[in-house]
T-cell receptor, first 114, second 114 residues
Framework: AQTVTQSQPEMSVQEAETVTLSCTYD???????LFWYKQPPSRQMILVIR????KQQNATENRFSVNFQKAAKSFSLKISDSQLGDTAMYFC???????????WGAGTKLIIKP | KAGVTQTPRYLIKTRGQQVTLSCSPI?????VSWYQQTPGQGLQFLFE???????NKGNFPGRFSGRQFSNSRSEMNVSTLELGDSALYLC?????????????FGSGTQLSVL
């Protein structure tokens, strides 16, 4: 079975701090792609960052970076210099080459405090 | 460029009725996928259409159906509504060329079944 586990239901940090959200996944496929999506109160899912499993280098997008450990099937998201606008639900997800559906984790509610 | 548009934003129905939700993808996108989001089950894949053909289907009963038109707009239909169908229904569009693609989401349709 293909699954995604996010072990932190909720996290809160002070503005400007660094926070790391955890994600582990399980798949027997060799080619797959990992994603972090953000869902603010507006409900619209927004892609934060993505990683191809065949790439060893960790993806980065400005203040967002990932720690991808393929052998451990771990894909954590680090947010540096957190901002109030980062407050949202964060979902970890993956897709495999043979199937176009996204498999989602349960999400982590992130609260950035002023 | 206009984003993904879902209509209506909110819908209230009673058990036994049927409902049709609409999704207009970003211009040029040929793939439209649908997801159901509930507090209990999280995000679950319903189906994905590409060039009017259903490419993938999730594990939902036959009461859930969809279609895609030649202009890539998509509709999903739920017949004989049950209380458990209350959820946020999200639509996403992409070019449909590969599993590593970024999905662009609409703001969803919040369906309440009474």
């Amino acid at each position: 079975a293909q699954t995604v586990t996010q072990s932190q239901p909720e996290m809160s940090v002070q503005e400007a701090e660094t926070v790391t959200l955890s994600c582990t996944y399980d798949t027997s496929e060799n080619n797959y792609y990992l994603f972090w999506y953000k869902q603010p109160p507006s409900r619209q899912m927004i892609l934060v960052i993505r990683q191809e499993a065949y790439k060893q280098q960790n993806a980065t997008e400005n203040r967002f970076s990932v720690n991808f450990q393929k052998a451990a099937k771990s894909f954590s998201l680090k947010i540096s210099d957190s901002q109030l606008g980062d407050t949202a639900m964060y979902f970890c997800a993956f897709r495999v080459d043979s199937n176009y559906q996204l498999i989602w984790g349960a999400g982590t509610k992130l609260i950035i405090k002023p | 460029k206009a984003g993904v548009t879902q209509t209506p934003r909110y819908l209230i129905k009673t058990r036994g009725q049927q409902v049709t939700l609409s999704c207009s993808p970003i211009s040029g996108h040929r793939s439209v996928s649908w997801y159901q989001q509930t507090p209990g089950q999280g995000l679950q894949f319903l189906f994905e259409y590409f060039s009017e053909t259903q490419r993938n289907k999730g594990n939902f009963p036959g009461r859930f159906s969809g279609r895609q038109f030649s202009n890539s707009r998509s509709e999903m239909n739920v017949s004989t509504l049950e209380l458990g169908d209350s959820a946020l229904y999200l639509c996403a569009s992409s070019l449909g060329q590969g599993a590593n693609e970024k999905l662009f989401f609409g703001s969803g349709t919040q369906l309440s079944v009474l």
